[in-house]
């Protein structure tokens, strides 16, 4: 979408619907046969931005399975959204907050329930003894999320190895720190999603 990609460069505020009509070549007054206004156009993005995160993290969450490779394919599914949606998810990150109330809260549900199921995968590593007694699974539910989302800040600016591989060692790292040393993580490719 031409305003993901607007928005995503200038941000919300300072992109306007001139740019957008610019951006698909079509007249301003068009545009707005296909969008209402800018914040339409900013909850579509936002929808299109977290699509699929509440299924794919419920269908890993209740797999059978060591929580590493748990772990490693909800980090996967989410990381590869940098490449395959890369300006929906940079809009997303950067302009959410302007959304309006209705849209904002809607958002918000679906984050939350996204949060609650990387949460309920840690815990099922407490319980299966392989994670650290001193970690609190609400941090680093947030931690492994905040940890995927930054690959968009320096990702592909910053490293060219691609983003499966990135995704791989991301993992590797977020599990030696909350895992006990004597605890294997399963390196495997992540299962495709139905």
Not at 51 to 68: M, T
Not at 76 to 88: A, E, K, L, M, V
């Amino acid at each position: 979408m031409a305003a993901a990609k607007i928005f995503s460069e200038k941000g919300y505020h300072l992109a306007t619907t001139t740019e957008i009509a610019e951006e698909l070549g079509v007249h301003q007054s068009t545009l707005y046969y296909y969008l209402k206004s800018k914040e339409q156009a900013l909850e579509q993005i936002c929808a299109v931005a977290i699509e699929g995160y509440v299924s794919f993290s419920e269908e890993i969450r209740k797999r059978k399975g060591p929580v590493s490779v748990k772990i490693r394919d909800v980090m996967f599914q989410h990381i590869i959204t940098i490449r395959d949606r890369p300006s929906f998810f940079k809009a997303f990150q950067s302009n959410r907050k302007d959304l309006g109330a209705a849209a904002r809260h809607a958002i918000g549900r679906q984050i939350r329930r996204y949060e609650a199921n990387i949460e309920a995968i840690l815990k099922q590593a407490a319980a299966a003894g392989v994670m650290r007694a001193n970690v609190n699974t609400l941090h680093a539910a947030m931690a492994l999320i905040a940890l995927c989302n930054s690959v968009s800040i320096w990702w592909p600016a910053r490293s060219a190895e691609p983003i499966e591989r990135i995704a791989d060692e991301l993992a590797e790292m977020f599990m030696a720190g909350i895992f006990l040393a004597a605890s294997k993580s399963t390196k495997s490719r992540p299962a495709k999603l139905s």
